[in-house]
């Protein structure tokens, strides 16, 4: 089984950097052809939304087939072709405005030589592999640009060139299970978040939590300047200035780190951003994840005070800009995952619009309900446009005197019916703020219902010493 990260971000169509996020009301067209059109493309089965991929100091194949929009009364012959030619990567680097190095043909293997041919009168090809090896590469990102051509039919736009994005990790753990499931652990500000890598499951060694998020940095906004920016707090400033103390020690045991963005109560927030405070907000938060090495852009709308504090200029809120600043932010930063707590007046009715093309489902690769222990919104990812159930997680669970009991029905329901993600909120050192023995039980529960596995605890606390 290969190792595939469910990381980072959905490839995106290029686009001019400085045009306008453009937003399609009625949804995408784009691929709607004539009935007898027939179109040749690239199907990516291991990782449709072409996700980033990590590869550590084994070789990683994807499942591949060349397929066709309608069938065909003749043989379609299809070529396969790694192309990391300097203008395709510039191409790709200048759009998303990135400096990423192209994956050396050398490293890509493909099966049959990449020469694949569909039967008169079948749509797709048999599966085929195309695998990347690590050998002779360092550390960082890749992008592969993979040629699609064929001379029987023609190959639709979006796939005559299929960019593929590898972070290459090294001898890095993982903390991926065999489930697939994601358990999310968000730290507030005030607790050390080396906490959340001294709980593992008992058999496998495997860290419980697959993602830390620091929780969180403010968007805030200055009357004076009219500018949207970022603060972070004496917390928050102490964790990133000291990232070898208190982040890479969760990457090193294959623990990913992000970084939470809130509202501050300023009527200013995710919802209600101009097309220029997007861009300028994108840009600020592609720094601050590029400066620290953070792996997730974490977004919750809580405390934007819409009502209380408006804005002139700012007045109307609703899903519209949130998308588009998650789309911005992806678009710059396409190998860091992207994650929304299911908050807010401009979740209210999810993300229904595509940006530019993109279904939200491709540029944001994780949301999850936010009401502990209010189990009424298993339908969530449904409210996102082009998400799967696998990219949700309906049941978090918060400790502290007001997270209330965790359920294993619940627990079971997620792995059961194909949910992919579980979130865990306001974890201390083990025990601070539960009755003795309640984290090992809690926990446990999530071990065993996801994973198969009992939980352990190193028995190392960590206090605030910041």
């Known amino acids: 089984m290969t190792s595939l990260a469910i990381a980072a ?7 001019s950097c400085t045009e306008a996020i453009e937003t399609d009301l009625a949804g995408d067209t784009s691929r709607l052809e004539n009935t007898m059109t027939v179109l040749g493309y690239c199907n990516v089965l291991d990782n449709p939304r072409l996700a980033a991929m990590e590869v550590r100091t084994e070789p990683v194949t994807i499942r591949l087939q060349a397929a066709l929009t309608n069938r065909h009364n003749a043989i379609v012959d299809f070529s396969f072709i790694p192309e990391p030619s300097d203008d395709l990567m510039d191409e790709y680097n200048s759009q998303h ?6 994956l050396p043909a050398e490293n890509v293997t493909l099966e049959d030589n990449g020469r694949i041919a569909i039967a008169p009168g079948d749509r797709v090809s048999y599966e085929f592999d195309m695998t990347v090896s690590p050998d002779g590469l360092d550390e960082g990102t890749y992008v592969l640009p993979l040629r699609v051509t064929t001379e029987s039919v023609k190959v639709s736009a979006a796939d005559t060139v299929k960019y593929f994005v590898f972070k290459m990790l090294g001898d890095r753990p993982s903390a991926a299970k065999e489930s697939g499931i994601v358990t999310i652990c968000y730290v507030e500000s005030g607790y050390n978040p080396l906490n959340a890598g001294e709980w593992t499951l008992a058999t496998s060694g495997k860290p419980l939590f697959d993602i830390v998020n620091l929780f969180a940095a403010d968007i805030k906004f200055n009357e004076e300047t ?14 990133l200035q000291n990232r070898d103390k208190y982040i890479r020690p969760l990457q090193e045991k294959g623990i990913k780190v992000g970084l939470t963005f809130l509202p501050n109560g300023d009527g200013v927030g995710q919802s ?13 938060i592609k720094s601050i994840m590029e400066t620290y090495d953070l792996d997730v852009v974490d977004f919750d709308e809580e405390h934007a005070g819409y009502t209380e504090n408006p804005q002139p200029g700012f007045e109307d809120n609703g899903p519209l800009p949130y998308e588009k600043l998650c789309y911005e932010v992806k678009r710059l930063l396409p190998d860091r995952l992207l994650t929304v707590y299911y908050i807010g007046s401009g979740m209210t009715n999810g993300f229904p619009y595509d940006v530019n093309g993109v279904e939200p489902g491709d540029f944001i690769d994780y949301a999850y309900w936010s009401m502990y222990m209010s189990y009424d919104y298993s339908n969530g990812w449904s409210k996102i446009k082009g998400m799967e159930k696998s990219q949700y997680g309906p049941y978090p669970f918060a400790f502290g005197p007001d997270g209330g009991e965790m359920y294993e029905p619940n627990l079971k329901q997620v792995r059961d019916e194909g949910y992919g993600v579980q979130i865990v909120y306001n974890l201390d050192v083990k025990d601070g703020n539960e009755v003795k023995g309640s984290y090992e039980s809690k926990l446990g529960q999530i071990s065993r219902a996801l994973y198969d596995e009992e939980i352990r605890h190193s028995g190392i606390n960590h206090g605030v010493d910041w």
């Open 9 to 15: 971000a959905g490839m995106l169509p290029l686009v």
């Open 97 to 102: 405005e990135t400096s990423f190095k192209a």
């Open 226 to 239: 009219g500018r949207v920016y970022i603060n972070f707090n004496s917390n928050i400033e102490a964790m």
């Open 272 to 284: 209600n951003l101009t097309d220029a405070d997007i861009k300028t907000l994108a840009a600020e």
